[in-house]
């Protein structure tokens, strides 16, 4: 497969449809999924150099047009033994946290449109250790398709692209605020690191949630039973990539909904780019953030529940 990039106009699809486009790929044999969001462009393997004490997952460094970046074998981060024939091995270099990586991949095989409605979450079994490195499985024309977590992979490489609390705790003695917020984080790492965040940052009425639809669930209930925004709901935070709905849809029916008029959402994710915040503010969303910068989610949180 020749050199291809996903520049931000050609790939992402209209705001609050609940829609991705899933890149299919094969390591080991076995079928996994990237949201092609996530991507900045795929192109042949080369060999890349070697880097000495390096973690186990890093294969090495290669710079195509003079962009350094790290290669990480997949095969080696699930577990799976290499193949041997790499005459169709591919890179998936992605763009996330703000940072660029090139992921070492067996084989691409095309993207898939799909709704998150019908990625389903890993059940406990599977995510019971923390381990876990699936985010979501989706059926695909007959197939299983694994939907990696690339920010947990990235993150048991090097801790510190994850939240960090040393950032909340720099800010020093902080008053305890009397006000509610919902977290919408499918990430069981992520939503207990941003809860430990809020709480030190004197954030602690939380309601966690694990995607988009059990944040509107229960943020639908609370209004039928009595609840009013400003009282019982001061405000959402909320990822965009969730298995059943993703927080672009969650954050258009809040925003187009009466019932919610005044309530803040800010989105809280590793895709906040140029066109992500285009996505977000046709949406009228109230801010947009990207992880893992935890110390300006807290000071964006004070500014709008002063």
């Not at 699930?78 to 091995?89: A, R, V, Y």
Request: include cysteine; glycine fraction near 8%.
């Amino acid at each position: 497969m020749a050199e291809e990039t996903f520049n931000d106009t050609g790939i992402l699809l209209e705001s609050g449809t609940n829609e991705l486009e899933l890149l299919e790929f094969v390591v080991g044999n076995q079928h996994y999924g990237i949201n092609v969001a996530k991507i900045r462009e795929l192109c042949p393997y080369q060999p890349p150099t070697l880097v000495p004490n390096a973690h186990e997952y890093i294969e090495g460094i290669f710079m195509p047009r003079d962009m350094l970046m790290t290669v990480v074998d997949l095969s080696k981060a699930l577990g799976l033994p290499p193949t041997g024939d790499m005459s169709g091995d591919m890179y998936i270099i992605t763009n996330f946290n703000r940072l660029h990586t090139a992921f070492h991949v067996q084989k691409v095989l095309g993207i898939h449109r799909v709704s998150w409605e019908d990625i389903a979450k890993p059940d406990s079994t599977i995510a019971a250790s923390g381990k876990g490195v699936a985010t979501g499985i989706a059926k695909v024309a007959g197939k299983i398709i694994i939907v990696l977590d690339f920010e947990k992979i990235v993150s048991e490489i090097n801790p510190e692209t994850g939240l960090k609390l040393s950032e909340i705790e720099g800010m020093g003695e902080r008053s305890r605020r009397d006000c509610t917020i919902l977290l919408a984080e499918d990430s069981p790492l992520l939503l207990e690191m941003l809860k430990k965040c809020l709480i030190r940052a004197g954030y602690d009425h939380l309601i966690p949630t694990t995607n988009g639809q059990d944040a509107w669930n229960t943020l639908d209930r609370m209004i039928k039973d009595g609840g009013k925004v400003g009282v019982d709901i001061s405000c959402v935070i909320t990822d965009i990539e969730m298995p059943q709905m993703d927080g672009h849809r969650l954050a258009k029916l809040i925003k187009t909904d009466s019932r919610f008029e005044g309530l803040p959402v800010v989105i809280f994710s590793s895709l906040v780019n140029e066109e992500m915040k285009r996505k977000g503010e046709a949406l009228g969303v109230d801010a947009q953030l990207s992880k893992p910068e935890i110390g300006r989610l807290v000071r964006q949180l004070d500014l709008l529940l002063n």
